[in-house]
Antibody
Framework: EVQLVESGGGLVQPGGSLRLSCAAS????????MSWVRQAPGKGLEWVAN????????NYVDSVKGRFTISRDNAKNSLYLQMNSLRAEDTAVYYC?????????WGQGTMVTVSS | DIQMTQSPSSLSASVGDRVTITCRAS??????LGWYQHKPGKAPKRLIY???SLQSGVPSRFSGSGSGTEFTLTISSLQPEDFATYYC?????????FGQGTTVEIK
C-alpha cells in the first residue's frame, strides 16, 4: 500500500525549532519529487516547500525562506522539514505529499503549535 | 506570484444537485491545475489533474475543464460523501498557490 506517515509535530515556543519527518512506503521514493503543504487553523491549504528526486533542487514559499529546510534521505525513504525560528503563524497541520506541484498521495498530517 | 481566485467561497446544495466551482488564475497557467477535496481531519484527496484528467478511483460525477486562466470543477450529481471543501492548485510556477477553497454544505 502506498503510504506517507508524518511525525515530529508538537508544541514549541516562539523562536524554537522542530523537525518533521515523513516515512514513505509502497512506492519507489527516490523517483519522486516530494512536498510539504500546511493548513493553519480555520484557513486554507498552503504549499510550503518541495524537493526533487536527488535533493539537488529545493523551493520554498517566501514566508519560510531562511527558516525552514526541506531534505530527504532516499536510503531511508524519508522526507524531512527542519523548522527554525518558529512563529505563531507557523501553527498548522503539516502534510507530506508526493509530487512537486500536483499531489497524488498525502499523509494524514502532523500538528505543529507555536505558542508560549 | 500567481493568485488563484476561487468562487464561490461556499455554497449550499442538495443531494442530486449539479455543482460548479470556478477558479481563475491571475495569469495564464496552461493546464497546470489540479482540484482537491478536503474533509475535516482527513488527508486532502486529488480529484483532477492537468485541469481535466480524472484521478484513478475518483467517481465519474467529478469533472474538470478549462485552460489558461479559467477553470471549472463540476459535480454532476452531488452525493452525501461529497460535502467537503474543494481547492484548486496551480503548479505552473513558484510558489505553488491554492485557491482559498469552496465549502460545499448540505442544504
Amino acid at each position: 500500500e502506498v503510504q506517507l506517515v508524518e511525525s515530529g509535530g508538537g508544541l514549541v515556543q516562539p523562536g524554537g525549532s522542530l523537525r518533521l519527518s515523513c516515512a514513505a512506503s509502497g512506492f519507489t521514493f527516490s523517483s519522486y519529487w516530494m512536498s510539504w503543504v500546511r493548513q493553519a487553523p480555520g484557513k486554507g491549504l498552503e504549499w510550503v516547500a518541495n524537493i526533487n528526486q536527488d535533493g539537488s533542487e529545493k523551493n520554498y514559499v517566501d514566508s519560510v525562506k531562511g527558516r525552514f529546510t526541506i531534505s530527504r534521505d532516499n536510503a531511508k525513504n524519508s522526507l524531512y522539514l527542519q523548522m527554525n525560528s518558529l512563529r505563531a503563524e507557523d501553527t498548522a497541520v503539516y502534510y507530506c505529499t508526493r509530487g512537486g506541484g500536483t499531489f497524488d498521495i498525502w499523509g494524514q498530517g502532523t500538528m505543529v503549535t507555536v505558542s508560549s | 506570484d500567481i493568485q488563484m481566485t476561487q468562487s464561490p467561497s461556499s455554497l449550499s446544495a442538495s443531494v442530486g444537485d449539479r455543482v460548479t466551482i470556478t477558479c481563475r488564475a491571475s495569469q495564464g497557467i496552461r493546464n497546470d491545475l489540479g482540484w482537491y477535496q478536503h474533509k475535516p481531519g482527513k488527508a486532502p484527496k486529488r480529484l483532477i489533474y492537468a485541469a481535466s484528467s480524472l484521478q484513478s478511483g475518483v467517481p465519474s460525477r467529478f469533472s474538470g475543464s478549462g485552460s489558461g486562466t479559467e477553470f471549472t470543477l463540476t459535480i454532476s450529481s452531488l452525493q452525501p460523501e461529497d460535502f467537503a471543501t474543494y481547492y484548486c492548485l496551480q503548479h505552473n510556477s513558484y510558489p505553488r498557490t491554492f485557491g482559498q477553497g469552496t465549502t460545499v454544505e448540505i442544504k
